[in-house]
């Protein structure tokens, strides 16, 4: 059957079962957003405020649902607003295929009104990315995209569509993806592409050894990495957690990959690491990581990270192997399959003395209880208490992130969702709204600070216009906190402009976008606030007004042994 382009596009979403897209619509785009009209009872549109806010969405969608994020926007500067969430999205392998539309075929290369490269600006922040200069090509590109965003390690495609494309005709035949494996045409395209993005089978003489060495070791620890969260593996994670009886210390990006409440959970680990966690790391005898990647906020030295023991790392993507550090062994292969292979060669062991002494350690940082003010472990055990525990939390960046995340006991993959890897102000309220569209009946938290909240709080209209229930927790402190934070310790406190005393009001901001608005400074009144705002079904913004001066604790400066606290 013979179709445009643009119509071609509406079928080659469906086929990919996508049912809901982020955007924000502009000249080069027209013929793809007036053919979106015609399916808009098949594709939910929702429209941003802004395209960054867009493909955080997407984002955001893709890592509470595991689904692929989409996201739509026009040529130029509505192309390179993507970028940032581009980036977000492939720095903690999220998989969201961006669609663009560039200027016609003729235009291209020629300074034309509104164009940009942008298969060039986003080469280095996407798994692989695509301009599509014809009709002819244009079902398989997308097809394709759709693969390699979401197999192997996850991440971002982009896809720049000339507009002649999408007016132009093409015979179509839909193409529908199988429940289990590909069809012979698409794997046919998979085998083309130059990205082997296919989980490779582990090879089960390494599951083998590694079986080898967990029975010798004494003192084991387990990292749950943002693998296992990709793989939506938390099950067989925490089975063989619990198998082995080793204590397993969390990253940022691992955070929902092991029950938080389980007995074995030592909290965070890196920088901003409980003591439990950062000591049996170097205590330990065995480390095994599983899609962990050792960046810089875990390993912080690599030189004398897990100084003795013998490491392990766990993964899909071979190029991470001894990247950051060294490793005794490694094993390449999806994080879910390698475990089932563990968990099925594994007796029940039992490490009790070494347990013993890591447990030892603080687990969690423990605020003093003030009566003169506001903190953050009274505004979050408060959280702990109200919000029903299932519901999915967004972040922002910065000081109020790393509280959620010691404090939060995250329950599953996907229940987490936070901007690691690139550390993006301004993800969190796009992240939110992506959340709560792709899980209309759980409940959405969006916590912020004051620095990253004036970055994206333009897309309260999203939330508003859309009828969105979603609960913004503002921690105010009149500062960019975490910078703060690094200027009092390391730059003798001279506070370079990083306070923020001016406007907005934050609370005038809410309900001049239709919204509840509430300022409070006790936490009995926060907990009053939560509780009503939950009550209600509707979107509030909560801004909790806290120190200038409150601190993320622990902390170990960047290039420090893993055990040298600055502040404990």
């Known amino acids: 059957m013979r179709m ?16 809901t897209v982020f955007g924000y619509p502009g000249a080069t785009i027209l013929n793809v957003y007036d053919e979106l009209y015609r399916y808009k009872d098949r594709i939910r549109h929702i429209l941003t405020a802004h395209e960054q806010g867009a493909c955080h969405a997407a984002d955001g969608y893709a890592r509470s649902t595991g689904q692929v994020g989409v996201c739509f926007a026009t040529s130029g500067p509505g192309a390179t607003n993507l970028v940032t969430g581009i980036a977000t999205a492939y720095m903690d392998s999220s998989p969201v295929v961006c669609i663009t539309c560039n200027v016609d075929l003729p235009l291209l290369g020629k300074d034309s009104f509104q164009e940009v490269d942008i298969t060039g600006v986003t ?36 896809v720049d569509i000339a507009r002649n494309a999408t007016l132009e005709e093409a015979d179509y035949a839909p193409l529908y993806r199988q429940k289990h494996g590909t ?14 993005f296919r989980a490779p089978e582990p090879d089960h003489r390494d599951i083998d050894r590694l079986v080898e060495m967990i029975l010798a070791s004494e003192k084991p620890l387990l990292i749950c990495g943002g693998g296992v969260v990709r793989s939506r593996a938390d099950w067989e ?91 005794a062994h490694h094993i390449i292969g999806d994080a879910k399959r390698v475990l089932q292979l563990l968990n099925e060669r594994l007796p029940q062991l039992d490490h009790a003395p070494w347990k013993e002494y890591v447990f030892s350690f603080k687990t969690q940082t423990e605020y003093d209880e003030a009566e003169d003010r506001m903190t953050p472990g ?14 999915v939390y967004a972040t922002d960046v910065g000081q109020h992130q790393m509280w959620a995340i010691q404090h939060l006991h995250f329950e599953y993959s996907g229940q987490l969702v936070t901007s690691g890897g690139f550390g993006t102000m301004g993800f969190g309220l796009g992240a939110a709204i992506g959340a709560q569209v792709g899980n209309p009946d759980k409940l959405v938290i969006h916590i912020t600070g004051d620095g990253s909240f004036r970055m994206n709080l333009t897309e309260l209209a999203t939330v508003e216009h859309y009828g969105l229930p979603i609960v913004t927790v503002l921690f105010n ?25 001016r406007g907005p009001d ?6 001049a976008y239709g919204l509840a608005g509430r300022r409070v400074t006790r936490a009995e009144d926060f907990e009053d606030a939560l509780r009503e705002a939950i009550a209600s079904g509707r979107a509030a913004v909560i801004e909790c007004a806290i120190d200038i001066d409150e601190m993320v604790r622990p902390m170990v400066g960047g290039g420090r042994h893993i055990t040298q606290f600055m502040i404990d």
């Open 4 to 19: 445009t382009g643009a119509r071609i596009l509406m079928e080659c979403l469906l086929e990919q079962g996508v049912t």
């Open 123 to 158: 080469m280095p922040v996407t798994k692989c990315n695509y301009l599509v200069r014809g009709v002819d090509e244009l079902a398989d590109t997308l097809r394709e995209a759709f693969a390699i965003a979401r197999s192997g390690r996850p991440g971002p495609v982009l």
């Open 183 to 196: 069809s012979g045409h698409l794997a046919q395209l998979m085998k083309r592409s130059s990205q082997d």
């Open 237 to 327: 994670f925490e089975e063989l957690a619990n198998r082995i009886d080793a204590p397993v210390g969390i990253t940022v990006m691992g955070a929902g990959g092991f029950r938080g409440l389980n007995r074995l959970a030592t909290g965070l680990v890196g920088m901003h690491g409980s003591q439990a966690s950062n000591m049996a790391v170097d205590a330990c005898d065995l480390l095994i990581a599983v899609g962990c990647r050792f960046s810089d906020r875990v390993a912080l030295k690599p030189d004398s990270f897990a100084r003795n023991a013998r490491v392990v790392q766990i993964d899909i993507d071979r190029s991470e192997i001894n990247k950051n550090v060294q490793t």
């Open 378 to 391: 009274q505004v979050l055990d408060a959280i702990a208490r109200v919000v029903p525990r299932d519901a």
């Open 477 to 501: 402190n009149g500062t960019l906190g975490m910078v703060r934070q690094w200027q009092t310790l390391t730059l003798e406190g001279r506070h370079s402009e990083t306070t923020l005393d």
């Open 506 to 511: 934050f609370v005038k901001v809410a309900e």
